[in-house]
């Protein structure tokens, strides 16, 4: 099975911050890696697809990128609505995998 | 506008079963694969299963936790995808979702199945 190990596991900041999330795939998965915003009580949102590709809809400060197996989330200036758990999933061979899931709090 | 909605969960005792249906519109539910996540109390998401479409076989895929157990399948003619869930046990505890595609671009809101004695 491909791991995903997903860094960090749970951060704070603040509204107007800089952040990145890191997911790291245990082999190669061909950029089919796709990253999600869940809130509580809330549906699973995409927000990037095939590792950099913006969702529909979803607002410019989001941005995915990649190198080698090290795949990154960037929010370049966080809104309150942003704060949430952020997962990446691989969906490049079975068993599809999860990282464990960033949890971003209100500093 | 694509929508899922997922129907049938619901409590059962553990060894029994439920048939979970995810009921589509807005897209050719033919032409795409279909899957189904959870996510139990406290913890992170987790894929459970895959379904081709048709034009590809229609062949499935599971999770090690679930194959056995769990059966996925779908019916074009009607727009929905299925889980057949049987010998359910307390881990299977969960909101599960379906999702168009194992790429998951629309999800449903969640069906919730509760497994306790």
């Known amino acids: 099975d491909i791991q995903m190990t997903q860094s960090p596991s749970a951060m704070s900041a603040s509204v107007g911050d800089r952040v990145t999330i890191t997911c790291r795939a245990s082999q190669g998965i061909n950029n089919y890696l796709a990253w999600f915003q869940h809130k509580p009580g809330k549906v699973p949102k995409r927000l990037i697809y095939a590792a950099s590709s913006l969702q529909s809809g979803v607002p410019s400060r989001f941005s995915g990128s990649v190198s080698g197996t090290e795949f990154t989330l960037t929010i370049s200036s966080l809104q309150p609505e942003d704060f949430a758990t952020y997962y990446c999933l691989q969906h490049n061979s079975y068993p599809y995998t999860f990282g464990q899931g960033t949890k971003l709090e209100i500093k | 506008e694509v929508q899922v909605v997922e129907s049938g969960g619901g409590f059962v005792q553990p060894g029994g079963s439920l048939r979970l249906s995810c009921t589509t519109s807005g897209f050719t539910f033919g032409d795409f694969p279909m899957s189904w996540f959870r996510q139990a109390p406290g913890k992170g998401l987790e894929w459970v299963s895959f379904i081709r479409r048709q034009a590809s076989g229609g062949t499935t895929e599971y999770a090690a936790s679930v194959k056995g157990r769990f059966t996925i399948s779908r019916d074009d003619s009607k727009n929905i995808a299925y889980l057949q869930m049987n010998n359910l046990k307390t881990e299977d505890t969960a909101v599960y979702y379906c999702?168009?595609?194992?790429?998951?671009?629309?999800w449903g809101q969640g069906t919730l199945v509760t497994v306790s004695s």
């Open positions: 999702t168009r595609g194992g790429w998951a671009d629309f």
